[in-house]
């Protein structure tokens, strides 16, 4: 049976990670709380936002950004979508 965890983005147990997704406290939180549907769809916005948003990861202002970003989706809070933007379920 998978592991599963209590997602802090949809406030339900659902099957967590398989390992922590960064080193350290940080990977280790986010390994703890936040399920494997919740990550996936980061994984994905990520993306979407490096694209759209031109973010060039070699400026720790980019990755600081993201990572802000990171925490206010993976915590059920509002977060920057990409200009123009509308989710398929809202077209």
């Known amino acids: 049976m998978s592991r599963t965890v209590f997602c802090?983005?949809?406030?339900?147990?659902?099957?967590?990670?398989?390992?922590?997704?960064f080193p350290g406290p940080k990977?280790?939180?986010?390994?703890?709380?936040v399920s494997k549907?919740?990550?996936q769809e980061w994984m994905s916005h990520q993306t979407m936002l490096i694209n759209e948003k031109h973010l060039n990861m070699m400026e720790p202002s980019s990755r600081a950004?993201?990572?802000?970003?990171?925490m206010k989706f993976l915590s059920g809070?509002?977060?920057?979508?990409?200009?123009g933007y509308v989710p398929p379920e809202q077209q």
Do not use: N
């Not at 809070?77 to 200009?83: C, F, G, N, R």
């Open 65 to 70: 950004y993201l990572s802000e970003q990171m």
């Open 37 to 39: 549907k919740a990550w």
């Open 8 to 21: 802090r983005k949809y406030q339900e147990e659902l099957e967590g990670l398989d390992a922590p997704p």
């Open 77 to 83: 809070e509002e977060y920057d979508a990409a200009d």
């Open 27 to 33: 990977g280790v939180e986010l390994f703890e709380h």
